[in-house]
């Protein structure tokens, strides 16, 4: 039997300092070990969103690629391999049919091995991905919370905006002006990508899917 580990942060900053990578690789390293399996690799994945679906990410697609029946792979939580359930439901389907072990430390174990298993990860993954909602559903409405108190709290700055020197988030009149003759432009019928070419013109430089963004954020 060959075994593979694999590990995952989610952003740059963590990935540079590598935050928490060290902890996942001796966890799984250490479980490996209590079962007396040689890890052939650790896949380790930096700076990725646990939205994107396994095979998608650059480490996710390799590990994919080399399992072969009677593999076994060892991931230290759930949340570090799918944020969403159907990749999760999807990918463990098929290494259950292929004959690959699926072992995740925060759930105990191998979570293709028995019916209970499977029902605990089914509802975990779904959980997960309801957490991953939660937490764009708070960034939206901090966003839209700062911009209603004129504060900024980080990030990109809102075209249409500028930061004050007291931290405060406060009208850029040039952006405003631009804002209007958009509203303009789309009332009068012109097509986004005729409100990006028009408004380059006049120095601001954005493409029709982000003037789409801004009026939807203006309005």
């Known amino acids: ?50 939205s994107k679906p396994l095979a998608e ?10 399992l072969q029946p009677g593999d076994a792979v060892v991931t230290p939580k759930l949340d570090r391999m799918f944020r969403s359930a159907l990749d999760a439901l999807d990918v463990m389907g098929s290494l259950r049919d292929r004959g690959i072990a699926l072992h995740m430390l925060d759930l105990g174990g191998d979570v293709t091995g028995n019916g209970i298993a499977r029902l605990v990860f089914t509802i975990l993954a779904a959980v997960a991905e309801a957490e991953r909602d939660k937490v764009r559903e708070r960034v939206t ?3 839209r919370d700062q911009r209603a108190r004129g504060r900024y709290l980080g990030g990109a700055v809102p075209f249409g905006f500028t930061v004050s020197p007291a931290g405060d988030l406060i009208e850029d009149p040039a952006q405003q002006v631009a804002i209007r003759d958009a509203r303009l432009l789309r009332a009068e019928g012109a097509s ?5 070419n028009r408004l380059k013109a006049a120095g601001h430089d954005l493409s029709h899917a982000a003037w789409a963004r801004v009026l939807r954020e203006a309005s």
């Open 1 to 50: 039997m060959r075994a593979y580990g694999y590990c995952r942060v989610s952003t740059g900053r963590q990935a540079e300092e590598g935050e928490s990578l060290g902890v996942q690789e001796r966890r799984v390293r250490g479980y490996a070990m209590q079962l007396g399996l040689n890890l052939d690799g650790v896949f380790v994945e930096r700076g990725v969103s646990g």
């Open 192 to 196: 986004l990508r005729a409100v990006s």
């Open 141 to 143: 409405d901090i966003k």
């Open 57 to 66: 990410r650059p480490e996710g697609s390799k590990l994919l690629a080399v």
